[in-house]
């Protein structure tokens, strides 16, 4: 074991500091100071990242020192209004919509090349290189990172085993589950519907069981609500709200509020990222679980059972294309990158990370539901994205309007139609 | 001093600065909003020139009339809630016979100084459907009655506007209560000797004597609903679905989270546009050559 240790280190290192390394940029070594922006998550768990990837930064580059700025959760504004004014920071997350946005204006510089010469997707999962990578036209402008998170659906076994109740694992059960949580005055599922992308995992929830393709084929184009197999899981949609599936108030309710209900047992189900595993372990200890399979499907569905909500996206360390040091920035990112990622799955146990595991192992035991996720994530297929992600950012913004519009009572025949209108207008 | 202001050069000399200042902050991005809003832009990318596209397509979008309307809704319940109250407010701290009246102008100042994010939170709290005082009362006093405030998509935009109801009828209170006192004291006392009653002296020397005050307050109840934003983005984010858009959210809306700037610029036109009829009609109304 100590020797399996040794060697995932030694391999590890060696990736970090000299395999990743292009020509081009051990020509661009320098002793000079040099002080480089990076705007992300830099908070609780994410400051630790972000410091032990620093350190790590400075293992090959000790002339460089990062300075950190909270990535601002604003759906890209700031960062878009920075790139407007020429003052981007010189390495920042981005995610799909702002990467193509930003690459469109020529404000971040393009990978392709370090990619080739670093051999950097040596160190990502194939499902990363084939999903994660490249922009809408083709070339890569990040570094992954936070990975593919699958949305899971939570439970509190307690509630249900407390009540007698079953756990659903399709919809005839789900239904079934409603009317008795209702019956004894518990919230079915608790939802943080103020955010689009909740709504968005929600509806691809049912839409996934029916058609592969979920919110990502309608916003394409490929498909349409009113289609047999989405006018199936929409009026499932409206049949399980109008049972009272979530709490009052659900397109006002913010995490907060949702992940309260949950966790003091106010309800009995939460739909939520993958990332929230730790979280759910610290809440609800053992009585924290996720459903395999979301209870969406006709009984027997099995082709669809490992259809998850939430899905890959072009999501990672960008370059500014106004730093001023464009080869060390890049190569800063890339180490920076690649040793969070590694810490991240390896401390924190964010099982989707994006690097090759196989020689990384993970400090401590796993919890029960961890080890329950880590068995499926080779099973689990994405066919959607978040809706927050989706390159047609108009169908994005109707679709997240016309969510929360059914989710508080709009009918299935209306939102068909006004789904479809977008669809027709924003695909043209 | 009648030499001085006979001087062009001096005039200019003190009023240039002030113009020069007014023009860059807020004529030119008025002239460059409406250059932009004949262009298909992203903010960052080169724009292209589509003329009057961005307007066609104004015009057959649901969403502006949806914003539209709910911008009159606004200014509709500003004008008369926040006005009325601030009139009878005014009417009442005019009476010779209210006691603790610089206590109760400071009270009704309060929410004016508060942050608009402390207010929506505060009204949040009130709202929530769950734990939120409103329902909860309902509760105690024994009434079946609960109402999901800001998540129904008929009451919401009503709900948010009572929001700046509360929070700026102190505001309107002020303007109209700073004209009052300076209506000359012999009036009214002319008038209580004559015999009236407080109620005439309300409505037939306060109001018509403070004419230009209200068209004040009328220009910023009406442009402020059709204006309306900081309220909505902070309690429901514009949703349920669309119900609480107004036309500043739907040009926020383009402009950041579509990434269609031109189309956002072409909504913020309309709507500078919008406020400004408004202005002058409401002068217009206010016109008249008979003064006070």
């Given amino acids: 074991m100590k020797l399996k240790k040794a060697l995932s280190i030694g391999i590890s290192a060696a990736m970090l500091t000299g395999l990743l390394v292009p020509a081009s940029v051990q020509a661009a070594e320098t002793d000079e100071e040099i002080t480089l922006s990076v705007c992300i998550h830099y908070y609780d768990d994410s400051k630790a990242l972000a410091d032990y990837a620093a350190e790590k930064v400075k293992e090959k580059y000790p002339n460089v020192t990062l300075e950190f700025e909270d990535f601002p959760q604003d759906g890209g504004q700031t960062l878009k209004t920075r790139a407007a004014t020429g003052d981007l920071p010189d390495i920042f997350k981005v995610d799909g919509g702002l990467a193509d946005v930003l690459a469109k204006s020529g404000s971040i510089l393009e990978l392709d090349d370090y990619y080739a010469e670093s051999n950097y997707e040596e160190n990502l999962p194939q499902n990363v290189i084939d999903n994660c990578l490249k922009s809408l036209d083709g070339h890569i402008y990040q570094f992954p990172i936070d990975g593919i998170p699958p949305v899971l659906w939570y439970y509190n076994k307690q509630i249900f085993e407390d009540n007698n109740i079953k756990v659903p694992e399709n919809y005839d059960e789900l239904m079934t589950a409603i009317k008795e949580l209702r019956a004894i005055d518990i919230i079915p599922v608790a939802m943080f519907g103020k955010e689009p992308w909740p709504v968005g995992a929600f509806f691809d929830a049912f839409a996934l069981k029916e058609n592969p393709g979920g919110v990502k084929a309608l916003s394409e184009g490929t498909s349409k609500a009113s289609d047999e197999d989405f006018s199936k899981a929409?009026?499932?949609?409206?049949?399980?709200?109008?049972?009272?599936?979530?709490?009052?108030?659900?397109?006002?309710?913010?995490?907060?509020?949702?992940?309260?209900?949950?966790?003091?047992?106010?309800?009995?189900?939460?739909?939520?990222?993958?990332?929230?595993?730790?979280?759910?372990?610290?809440?609800?200890?053992?009585?924290?679980?996720?459903?395999?399979?979301?209870?969406?499907?006709?009984?027997?569905?099995?082709?669809?059972?490992?259809?998850?909500?939430?899905?890959?996206?072009?999501?990672?360390?960008?370059?500014?294309?106004?730093?001023?040091?464009?080869?060390?920035?890049?190569?800063?990112?890339?180490?920076?990158?690649?040793?969070?990622?590694?810490?991240?799955?390896?401390?924190?146990?964010?099982?989707?990370?994006?690097?090759?595991?196989?020689?990384?192992?993970?400090?401590?035991?796993?919890?029960?539901?961890?080890?329950?996720?880590?068995?499926?994530?080779?099973?689990?297929?994405?066919?959607?994205?978040?809706?927050?992600?989706?390159?047609?950012?108009?169908?994005?913004?109707?679709?997240?309007?016309?969510?929360?519009?059914?989710?508080?009572?709009?009918?299935?025949?209306?939102?068909?139609?006004?789904?479809?209108?977008?669809?027709?207008?924003?695909?043209? | 001093m009648q030499k001085m202001l006979g001087n062009k050069r001096v005039i200019a000399f003190f009023t240039l600065p002030a113009l020069l200042v007014f023009t860059i902050v807020v004529f030119y991005p008025i002239l460059q909003t409406l250059q932009k809003s004949f262009y298909d832009w992203d903010g960052l990318s080169e724009a292209i020139f589509t003329g009057l596209d961005n307007y066609k397509e104004l015009f057959t979008d649901d969403l502006f009339y949806e914003s539209l309307k709910n911008g009159l809704i606004f200014a509709g319940i500003l004008v008369v809630f926040q006005m009325g109250l601030a009139t009878l407010l005014m009417f009442a701290l005019m009476n010779k016979n209210i006691p603790f009246k610089r206590f109760f102008r400071s009270s009704f100042f309060i929410p004016v100084v508060l942050s608009v994010t402390v207010a929506c939170q505060l009204w949040s709290s009130i709202y929530d459907p769950e734990f939120g005082l409103f329902n909860n009362l309902f509760q105690a006093l024994g009434l079946n009655y609960r109402q999901n405030w800001l998540s129904d998509m008929n009451w919401a935009i009503v709900a948010v506007a009572f929001v700046n109801v509360w929070q700026f009828t102190g505001y309107q209170f002020t303007i109209m209560y700073s004209g009052a006192k300076s209506i000359p004291e012999d009036y009214l006392e002319a008038a209580r000797i004559d015999g009236a009653t407080n109620m005439q002296i309300n409505l037939k020397i306060l109001l018509p004597m403070l004419k230009d005050t209200y068209r004040m307050c009328f220009v910023f109840a009406i442009t402020g609903g059709f204006n309306a934003f900081a309220h909505m983005n902070l309690l429901t984010k514009g949703g349920p679905g669309t119900s609480t858009y107004t036309l500043t959210y739907m040009t926020f809306r383009s402009a950041f989270n579509v990434g269609e700037y031109g189309y956002g610029c072409a909504s913020a036109v309309i709507l500078v546009a919008q406020c400004l009829l408004a202005t002058f009609i409401i002068n217009k109304i206010f016109s008249s050559k008979e003064k006070y």
């Fill in chain 1, 234 to 428: 929409i009026n499932r949609i409206a049949d399980a709200v109008e049972a009272g599936i979530f709490q009052d108030g659900v397109t006002n309710a913010d995490y907060e509020t949702a992940n309260a209900l949950f966790t003091e047992g106010k309800a009995a189900m939460f739909l939520n990222g993958s990332w929230y595993l730790s979280d759910l372990i610290n809440n609800l200890g053992e009585n924290g679980d996720f459903l395999e399979t979301y209870p969406t499907a006709d009984a027997g569905a099995e082709d669809s059972k490992y259809r998850m909500a939430g899905g890959p996206d072009t999501a990672g360390l960008a370059v500014s294309a106004n730093t001023e040091y464009p080869e060390i920035a890049t190569d800063v990112a890339a180490i920076f990158a690649s040793a969070r990622e590694e810490q991240e799955y390896s401390k924190y146990k964010l099982l989707s990370a994006p690097v090759k595991t196989e020689n990384l192992e993970i400090e401590g035991e796993l919890e029960d539901v961890q080890q329950k996720l880590l068995d499926i994530i080779p099973e689990i297929t994405y066919g959607s994205k978040f809706i927050h992600t989706l390159a047609n950012t108009k169908f994005s913004a109707d679709m997240t309007e016309e969510l929360q519009k059914l989710l508080v009572g709009e009918s299935a025949e209306d939102f068909i139609k006004n789904v479809d209108k977008s669809i027709e207008k924003s695909t043209k």
